[in-house]
């Protein structure tokens, strides 16, 4: 129970990887916030199971993080204290830079970039004022390498490992975390085994001959450890590096890829 104590909001709740991150994080001892943009109802599930496992408190919030308006309002809504902020919302679009449609192109930057720093600005004076706290941004591989088809999740993740690198450090928090005491740092997964990887390969099919296993054994091929990344080992890292063991990395984009980017 590293976290006694601690209540983490965290976006993307009811989706494959955000559900596993509040569980973990809870059963680390943290209160939940969880923030979605789907209807209560269908983050119930989860909820429930967060309850019944860890018996921490859970709150849900549904908010569509493309409107700047509604996460000022949730933030608001927000009575207690919030220590740490785990942004995993995301959204992928595949297709041709010529193809794309401006409207993806807004919605991938939306929720990938802008939504994240919404966030972190919300929360990140309160975190200074008490002295602790952890921001943890879910990037992507393709914020570290780029891939082709995917320009709007490549330039939305790239640009996430550079608020967590550059944004933080521009307030003096992640050069000076001894003082404000907060952190920031990106995870970079490779591919997990979620809907959205589902959709992907879905997408690349229909300008494809191959088969969907056989594109997804390609994806496996590119892994030097022939495996997909898990949700749960990303959740690990998150409450490692919320716990005291993280005290002095800050600052950082760690890949959980199967040594994709350095292969």
């Not at 109802?41 to 921490?56: C, F, L, P």
């Not at 640009?159 to 001894?178: D, F, M, N, Q, Y």
């Not at 959740?235 to 950082?252: M, R």
Request: with cysteine; aromatic share 6%; net charge negative.
């Amino acid at each position: 129970m590293a976290l006694e104590g601690k209540t983490a909001l965290v976006t993307g709740f009811a989706g494959a990887i955000g559900s596993v991150i509040a569980k973990t994080v809870a059963n680390a001892g943290c209160d939940v916030i969880g923030i979605d943009r789907v209807k209560q109802e269908n983050a119930q599930q989860s909820i429930d199971e967060i309850k019944a496992g860890s018996r921490k408190d859970i709150s849900y919030f549904e908010c569509d993080l493309l409107k700047k308006e509604n996460v000022k309002q949730f933030s608001l809504e927000i009575k207690s204290k919030v220590d740490i902020i785990v942004n995993v919302a995301g959204r992928l679009t595949v297709d041709k830079v010529e193809d794309i449609t401006d409207e993806d192109w807004d919605e991938d930057i939306g929720i990938n970039l802008t939504a994240p720093f919404l966030v972190i600005k919300q929360f990140l004076g309160s975190m200074k004022e008490q002295g602790w706290g952890r921001i943890i941004n879910i990037s992507s591989t393709c914020g570290l390498v780029a891939r082709p088809s995917m320009s709007s999740y490549v330039a939305s993740k790239t640009g996430l490992v550079g608020l967590t690198r550059v944004k933080l450090i521009h307030e003096a928090v992640a050069l000076e975390s001894a003082e404000f005491g907060v952190t920031c740092n990106a995870i970079c997964p490779s591919t997990v085994n979620t809907p959205l990887v589902t959709k992907m390969i879905k997408d690349f099919q229909k300008t494809s001959t191959k088969s969907f296993d056989e594109i997804k054994e390609e994806y496996l091929q590119c892994l030097p450890t022939k495996r997909f990344t898990e949700a749960s080992q990303i959740a690990d890292l998150v409450v490692f590096l919320c716990s005291p063991a993280g005290n002095n990395i800050t600052g950082t984009a760690i890949p959980v890829d199967g040594g994709y980017t350095t292969s």
